[in-house]
């Protein structure tokens, strides 16, 4: 705390570093504490350039420490992205460097004032700043060292990942230059990009019944043996069964919570302010300053404020509700309009920041209050002036309430002492505003309802006896639905952060919080072990080794087993339909009254993204060309055949060849894609997340 009041008492730079402070404490505070981590374990090595674990154990402890407060986030999680940015921020500087790509200072400050990052923006809406202003400040050599280092750490930081961004643009400038599309290619881009107009008629393998189709292990073999590039590992991996078991509050705990949350409610209610609720231990309190307009909710920004928001302020001060939990959520909520008052929406400040004794603080203020303009003071050594943004108005609302009614008593556009102390003082005038209106300060008590210390004692025993029980590794698997627990099957790796987390369209969707130890017994142990019970706040899990997997998935892994199953039936399908209907008619309308379905139509082009045909069908289309059309194609699927028929083409439009071959380029190699590629496979990178998470 003792660096958070001495930037309080730098009156000159307060309203600018207010919100750097309180993170630079943080980052102190996170740095001291990661000093209990002792070990000469690398985390990581990329080509030849080491991660020392201490070195990445405090970033992941600052990482941590600046998580927002409410966020349930995993530790391991963000352990996992934190060295995956650290592994791909040191392939890029390896690969600019034998590149000689560079990311000067001029280029990154110039990016840094145009498209300043989000955090920058804030601080510079909050203090009435230009990102050009903020950089001057930074770079000011008469600011004091003290005060302006959070400051300026904080711009270094976003500074290094907007250089990262310059030099991952310049390598994929200098990867496309690289490639060059010759005559065949050109001469393929315009095929991709013909149209083709086809009706055609399908038969689903789903209408043969599975039963009348063998797959014999010699099948599965043969296709395993195919397609065995698809099952390779880029690490060893694990096959594990594991139970989870949630940890919730039963009936009883409910009933329980159900009488404390009235009393709560009550109190909240009937006594002054948040009185009746402030020493209860099992409340948690925040609260909120909204206007009736606004958009703010309790952490969140929405794009229309919640219905019980919008009714506790039509009700007026002391109205009261509250929200009560829905599915798994253990948390009530109850609200109350404490008070309510008047004060200018925001304002656009004039700020003169005065170094020096009163005496010079004075004549400032004299001068100032004498209608001197604020530009006629630019220049001086001991004074900086901060002119006032239309476009970043501060909130009144969100100040002090000393300096908040000084705004307000000085709204006619009079100077005012914002800060004054013996090393200087900030004076400020309002010079632009917006009218007044009505504030309310809505007060947040929240009661969550945990579990007993019999229930979780009970639901623990119940899991045990079930081990007890069941002490070879089928029975486990085996019994698990009999005893209502749920046995779920997953395939791990060293760098599985969360057991059932999932790759999605939205990104890896969350799965079992803080499994992470978990995941590690499971590649200490041996094939058919069963772990003890990890306990968890919220949940209880348990974990069985299956089989350990050296260089690919094998043949005997059940999902590899059934896609592969799932395939030969297609495949075998296919051979038996094609032979019921191939010659069987002249054109798709017979094709169609054979196959018992109705003709469709599409338009289909190879340089398409999807299409309404499957692939290898749309291929088949594609290599007849032109001389295919009017005839009829019989065209086996991977989940149906197709009979086709091509009944026009439209040509590509004939374009510059330099401009097809930029198309060329353009769909071919997606830059991202293969800057990605280009760094993960330039050098070897070994993940020792495992031995130390």
């Not at 309510?340 to 004075?362: C, T």
């Given at each position: 705390m003792a660096a958070l009041e001495k930037i309080r008492k730098r009156a000159v730079i307060l309203t600018i570093v207010i919100g750097a402070g309180l993170l630079a404490f943080i980052l102190e505070e996170a740095v001291r504490a990661s000093g209990a981590f002792t070990t000469d374990t690398l985390a990581a090595k990329v080509g030849d350039e080491k991660i020392e674990m201490q070195e990445f154990q405090n970033l992941s402890q600052m990482r941590q420490q600046a998580q927002d407060p409410d966020s349930k986030t995993d530790p391991a999680v963000i352990q996992q992205q934190l060295l995956q940015e650290i592994i791909q921020e040191k392939l890029l500087t390896q690969e600019c460097d034998e590149a000689n790509i560079i990311a000067s200072g001029d280029e990154v400050?110039?990016?840094?004032?145009?498209?300043?990052?989000?955090?920058?923006?804030?601080?510079?809406?909050?203090?009435?700043?230009?990102?050009?202003?903020?950089?001057?400040?930074?770079?000011?050599?008469?600011?004091?060292?003290?005060?302006?280092?959070?400051?300026?750490?904080?711009?270094?930081?976003?500074?290094?990942?907007?250089?990262?961004?310059?030099?991952?643009?310049?390598?994929?400038?200098?990867?496309?230059?690289?490639?060059q599309a010759n005559d065949i290619d050109i001469a393929l881009t315009k095929e991709e990009s013909t149209v083709y107009d086809v009706t055609y008629a399908k038969v689903d393998y789903a209408t043969i019944d599975d039963s009348k189709v063998k797959v014999t292990d010699a099948d599965l073999q043969q296709a395993y043996d195919k397609y065995k590039a698809l099952f390779k590992l880029e690490d060893e991996s694990r096959r594990v069964h594991y139970i989870k078991v949630d940890v919730d509050p039963s009936a009883k705990d409910k009933a329980a919570a159900g009488v404390k949350i009235n009393k709560i409610f009550a109190d909240l209610q009937n006594k002054a302010g948040i009185s009746g609720v402030r020493s209860n231990s099992d409340v948690v309190l925040d609260s909120l300053t909204t206007t009736q307009a606004d958009k703010q909710m309790f952490g969140t920004k929405v794009e229309n404020k919640d219905e019980l928001i919008n009714n506790l302020i039509a009700a007026g001060v002391n109205s009261c509700d509250k929200k009560d939990p829905t599915g798994r959520d253990r948390n009530t909520f109850m609200y109350k309009v404490?008070?309510?008052?008047?004060?200018?929406?925001?304002?656009?400040?004039?700020?003169?920041?005065?170094?020096?004794?009163?005496?010079?603080?004075?004549?400032?203020?004299?001068?100032?209050?004498?209608?001197?303009?604020?530009?006629?003071?630019?220049?001086?050594?001991?004074?900086?002036?901060?002119?006032?943004?239309?476009?970043?108005?501060?909130?009144?609302f969100m100040f002090p309430d000393s300096v908040r009614n000084k705004i307000n008593a000085n709204a006619s556009g009079n100077f005012f002492a914002w800060q004054v102390n013996k090393e200087g003082a900030i004076f400020a005038k309002v010079a632009q505003s917006k009218p007044a209106v009505t504030f309310y300060n809505i007060a947040r008590a929240k009661f969550t309802d945990y579990p007993s210390e019999a229930t979780k004692t009970q639901l623990q025993n119940d899991l045990q006896k079930y081990l007890n029980k069941n002490k070879d590794i089928k029975a486990f698997e085996k019994n698990g639905k009999a005893a209502h627990y749920d046995v779920v099957e997953e395939v791990i790796t060293p760098a599985t952060t969360q057991l059932g987390a999932q790759q999605s369209q939205f990104g890896m969707m969350p799965g079992v919080p803080h499994s992470r130890e978990a995941v590690k017994w499971a590649f200490s142990s041996k094939p058919g072990t069963i772990s003890q019970i990890f306990i968890d706040d919220n949940a209880l899990l348990v974990v069985a080794v299956d089989e350990?997997?050296?260089?690919?998935?094998?043949?005997?892994?059940?999902?590899?087993?059934?896609?592969?199953?799932?395939?030969?039936?297609?495949?075998?399908?296919?051979?038996?339909?094609?032979?019921?209907?191939n010659g069987k008619a002249k054109d798709v309308a017979g094709y169609a009254a054979l196959m018992k379905c109705n003709v469709d139509s599409a338009s289909i082009s190879m340089g398409a993204p999807q299409q309404m045909l499957e692939g290898r069908v749309a291929g088949r289309v594609a290599g007849l060309g032109a001389n295919g059309k009017g005839k009829v194609q019989l065209v086996a699927g991977r989940n149906a055949i197709y009979a086709v028929q091509i009944n026009g083409t439209t040509p590509a439009r004939e374009l510059p060849k330099q401009q097809v071959a930029m198309q060329y380029r353009q769909q071919n190699f997606p830059v991202q894609q293969m800057l990605n590629a280009v760094l993960q496979g330039s050098r070897k990178v070994k993940n020792n997340l495992i031995k130390f998470s």
């Open positions: 400050s110039e990016l840094m004032i145009k498209n300043p990052p989000q955090s920058i923006q804030q601080i510079c809406q909050q203090n009435g700043m230009t990102p050009k202003d903020l950089l001057d400040f930074i770079k000011n050599p008469n600011a004091d060292p003290q005060s302006v280092q959070p400051v300026r750490a904080m711009y270094e930081q976003e500074a290094q990942k907007m250089a990262n961004q310059l030099l991952q643009a310049k390598l994929g400038m200098l990867l496309m230059g690289c490639l404490t008070s309510a008052y008047q004060s200018i929406d925001s304002v656009g400040l004039d700020m003169v920041l005065v170094q020096g004794p009163k005496a010079r603080q004075d004549s400032v203020l004299a001068l100032l209050e004498g209608g001197m303009a604020i530009d006629s003071l630019a220049g001086n050594p001991n004074i900086q002036i901060q002119k006032s943004n239309a476009q970043q108005l501060a909130r009144p350990v997997y050296k260089d690919y998935i094998p043949l005997t892994d059940p999902t590899v087993k059934q896609q592969l199953t799932e395939l030969v039936k297609n495949e075998k399908k296919g051979e038996m339909l094609m032979k019921q209907y």
